[in-house]
């Protein structure tokens, strides 16, 4: 099946920007998600991009799409305490699948 | 829009005992799924309704999960009977057939913990 990898930490100080990686198989995804995930609580859509599209900035936050190498990023300016959370990528792909393949998700943590 | 709503929060039981979750969607959306998160296993999607309908339950682990979706606005998720393996939280998500980029809108979950 579709495959999507996080590194399963990050540790960023507080100011600083965090740039949080994903990688995955499916050469025909159409959208790919960030979501993010506080303790005890669902999970939040951050922002998304269309698999045609190479960069999308959306206020601190910063979505690069590389489709060859099938990498994405997710860039966090300044980041806060409030960022404190697991990042987990998702990705779909074909019309009418409606399957959402998640990552491991990256477990943000600031340091002061 | 109050979103999606799912009860309850936090359920224990023990293993043997049948287990219900309840999943109200937010209003209009088309699409309802479930999901069970384990830090062993992360994020699967057990099963999603098209209108009401079951399209695709080949997440569902065996038999003794069932979901139904009686109308609209309400699903439920059962185990019976439940094991020990079945402790997760338990999402439900929904999506309107018109959401910008399929977006699909997550309840807070339930968390299960089977005795």
């Known amino acids: 099946g579709e495959d999507v990898e996080q590194s399963l930490f990050l540790s960023v100080r507080e100011g600083d920007s965090s740039v949080i990686n994903c990688t995955y198989t499916d050469s025909s995804s159409t959208y790919l998600y960030w979501y993010k995930q506080e303790p005890g609580a669902g999970l939040q859509l951050l922002t998304y991009?269309?698999?045609?599209?190479d960069m999308k900035q959306d206020q601190r936050l910063t979505v690069l799409l590389n489709k060859k190498d099938k990498h994405l990023s997710l860039r966090i300016a300044d980041t806060q305490t409030g960022d404190s959370a697991i990042y987990f990528c998702a990705e779909i792909s074909n019309f009418g699948n409606e399957k959402l393949t998640f990552g491991t998700g990256t477990r943000l943590t600031i340091i002061p | 829009d109050a979103g999606v709503i799912q009860s309850p929060r936090h359920e224990v039981t023990e293993m043997g005992q049948e287990v219900t979750l309840r999943c109200k969607p937010i209003?209009?959306?088309?699409?309802l799924f479930w999901y069970r998160q384990t830090m062993m296993r992360g994020l699967e999607l057990l099963i999603y309704f098209n209108n009401n309908v079951p399209i695709d339950d080949s997440g569902m682990p065996e038999d003794r999960f069932s979901a139904k979706m009686p109308n609209a606005s309400f699903s439920t998720l059962k185990i019976q009977p439940s094991e020990p393996r079945d402790s997760a939280v338990y999402f439900c998500?929904?999506?309107?057939?018109?959401?910008?980029?399929?977006?699909?809108?997550f309840g807070p979950g339930t968390r299960l913990t089977v005795l």
């Open positions: 209003s209009g959306h088309d699409y």
């Open positions: 998500a929904s999506r309107s057939d018109s959401s910008t980029a399929d977006t699909q809108y």
């Open positions: 991009i269309f698999s045609n599209m």
